[in-house]
């Protein structure tokens, strides 16, 4: 009897959780998972392609297997040759449908950060719900959640309906430059695009979303003061030397900005001396100097993260009064790049997370609510704002331990995932709300 009662409690709760979705609906679910093993032989295919992003025939070949499921699913697709932007280069795929829905534009990255020198190189089943292997949740299975939801969307005659843009980026864990080309195929889509979804596999949790993500840039502060014996420190010829106003500069960042919510700006390189040799490649280099001798040079390096073009464009206007007070005989300079851009936590990205936890809600599957902001790294999906009205991340498979040799993936959750995607898209083309007719 106790036997039979939980048996009927996990039949009533399967039930419960599909009787929310539609007949269509629950059309697209039965797809994914009835075609699950095929979706999972894919993965198995794509993550046994070494494709560290500076292994140009790698990515090339990552691409060519997800352009051929594109092409039969009636995308135009090309390859973006990478040469411009010093890597392999992107795959980009349009769908022009026959309705007038939203156009939703599909972000995944075909390199990981595993190059063939590294001893990390295959598909590995570690139990019937685990597998590891280098990208398998970093993120190859989210390109293959987006092939599995678009022919789920085509099994049910939907896709023919659809606008859709994928766009399959072959440099995400190592940028190439300038940045501005390397992201000018994603920049364009997301101009045409009314709504983005990103594949990252997120904080690997499945009640949350990424609808914020802070920018990524570097900085750069050059000083230079006057060398001379280290008696005469301080003088007014002499003044206060190199290394002591790169403290100053960096000491005042600090006072100034460490207390501002969801910013960071981290100090990671620094070299101070008489003379300095730098490596730019390897950000890094060689001091010389002698406790005898005022610091003629200094150089730092860091990054900086905030949460919206706003707090970035304060904190560098804030670090450049910073770094204009000068200590007396000094100069110094501060240089920032563009990197990736912020993704700021908006009412539409707020409004698409609402959609997106109905969608799981309506499955079973649970609430979703957002992630905080700086658990959330950089990502592809910041190149879109400003641009689309709605924008989400985190929507890959899950896992753990990504960039690592213990990278793995939890493959309960792929049709689970794929199922939330499709019945999300769905629903947005059918109505810009989102909401179920």
Known sequence: MRLLFLILVIVSFSFHGLAQISKIEKKIAGYVDANNNSALKLLEEAVNINSGSMNFEGVYKV???????????????????????????????????????????????????????TTFQ??????????????????????????????????????KNMNIIVVMTGDEELSGRPLELARKDLVEAAKVADIALGMEDGDSDPTTGVISRRSSSSWELNVTGVSAHSS??????????????????????????????????????????????????????????KGNIVAKHAVVTGDIRAISFEQLKKAQEIMQQVVAKHLPQTKATLLFDDGYPPLAPTDGNKKLLEHYSKVSEDLGLGKVTAVNPRNAGAADISFTAGYVDM???????????????????????????????????????????????
């Open 63 to 117: 691409g060519q297997l997800f352009k051929a499921r594109l092409d039969a699913l009636g995308f135009e697709t090309r390859w973006v040759d990478g040469k411009p932007f010093g890597r392999a280069g992107h795959l980009v795929g349009y769908h022009t449908g026959k309705g007038t829905g939203k156009t939703l534009l599909l972000i995944g990255h075909l390199d990981t950060v595993f190059e063939p020198s």
């Open 122 to 159: 295959k598909f590995t089943m570690v139990n019937d719900s685990t597998a590891t292997g280098p990208g398998i949740s970093d993120m190859k299975g989210g390109d293959v959640m987006i092939i599995y939801s678009l022919e789920a969307l085509r099994q049910a005659g939907l896709l």
């Open 232 to 289: 005469q420190i301080f003088t007014s010829t002499i003044g206060a030397g190199a290394i002591y106003e790169a403290s100053r500069i960096l000491t005042e960042f600090y006072e100034n900005l460490s207390t501002e919510k969801d910013l960071t700006f981290n100090p990671g390189m620094i070299l101070g001396g008489s003379d300095i040799q730098r490596d730019e490649v390897l950000d890094g280099g060689l001091a010389f100097g």
């Open 391 to 437: 924008a989400i991340d985190g929507l890959g498979l899950f896992g753990g331990y990504g960039h690592t040799d213990k990278e793995f993936a939890n493959l309960n959750w792929l049709p689970r995932q794929t199922k939330r995607i499709a019945l999300l898209m769905y629903r947005l083309t059918q109505n810009p709300l989102g909401n179920k007719k």
